[in-house]
């Protein structure tokens, strides 16, 4: 069974900047696509950012793009999420997913991403 581990999360203040880890393990990390959604408080989960197998494919949501960065180490097992300028709508949990399907094309989608993490807070204040 993959196991997803979310870590970094905390409180920064508006244009600061946090670095999100999401540590895999119980698969073969390197065939999985990957991706970071986030929800906030009485809003549904939304899209952030995600990435192809190999790392070089990455595509983000327009309200991130610019500020976060995603990337992945296949040595590591692991997926990063770089977050800069961060601005209080920013405010959210945070989870990483994996898609273990053949697709060519990253999902945007949730449903097409089969295993999650628990999650990790952000909170980012004015």
């Known amino acids: 069974q993959v196991q997803l581990v979310e870590s970094g999360g905390g409180l920064v203040q508006a244009g600061g900047s946090l670095r999100l880890s999401c540590a895999a393990s119980g698969g073969t990390f390197s065939s999985f696509r990957m991706g970071w959604f986030r929800q906030a408080p009485g809003t549904e989960r939304e899209f952030v950012a995600a990435i192809s197998r190999r790392g070089p494919s990455t595509n983000y949501a327009d309200s991130v793009k610019g500020r976060f960065t995603i990337s992945r180490d296949n040595a590591k097992n692991t997926v990063y999420l770089q977050m800069s300028s961060l601005k209080p709508e920013d405010t959210a949990v945070y989870y990483c997913?994996?898609?273990?399907?053949?697709?060519?094309?990253?999902?945007?989608?949730?449903?097409?991403?089969?295993?999650w993490g628990q999650g990790t807070e952000v909170t980012v204040s004015s």
């Open positions: 997913a994996a898609d273990r399907s053949l697709r060519v094309i990253s999902s945007t989608l949730g449903d097409d991403y089969d295993y």
